[in-house]
C-alpha cells in the first residue's frame, strides 16, 4: 500500500502563484508514476499533470502546459505542483496519485487538497 498526503491548498488571487505538495508513505518503492488530478464542483476529475520517478519525464494537460509544472523529490518521496498565473477556472480539489506501472491506471489517491482562485 502506499498512502498519499497532499497540502499547499489554499485561496489564491487570480494571477498568483501556488505550490502543492504530495508526501507518499508505504510502498513507494513500487511506484513509478505520480500524477495530479483536479475536480472542480459539477464536474468530472481531470488529468493535470504526471511525472515518470525513474526517468523524470513529466506530462501536462494542454489547459495547464504554460503555467503548472511538476516535480519530484524521489529521495524524500515528494511530488510537488507548481501553478503560476492560477486563474478562476483552476479552482478544484487537487488530488495527488500514485501508479505501479507507468502505462497503467493510478492504484493509489490521496485526498485531496482545496485550490480556490479568487477573481
Known amino acids: 500500500q502506499v498512502q498519499l498526503v497532499e497540502s499547499g491548498g489554499t485561496v489564491v488571487q487570480a494571477g498568483g502563484s501556488l505550490r502543492l505538495s504530495c508526501a507518499a508513505s508505504?510502498?513507494?518503492?513500487?511506484?513509478?508514476?505520480m500524477g495530479w488530478f483536479r475536480q472542480a464542483p459539477g464536474k468530472e476529475r481531470e488529468f493535470v499533470a504526471a511525472i515518470i520517478r525513474s526517468t523524470g519525464s513529466t506530462y501536462r494537460a494542454d489547459s495547464v502546459k504554460e503555467r503548472f509544472t511538476i516535480s519530484g523529490d524521489n529521495a524524500r518521496n515528494m511530488v510537488y505542483l507548481q501553478m503560476n498565473d492560477l486563474k478562476p477556472e483552476d479552482t478544484a480539489v487537487y488530488y495527488c496519485a500514485a501508479a505501479l506501472l507507468a502505462n497503467r491506471n493510478y492504484d493509489f489517491w490521496g485526498q485531496g487538497t482545496q485550490v480556490t482562485v479568487s477573481s
Open positions: 508505504g510502498r513507494t518503492f513500487s511506484v513509478s508514476k
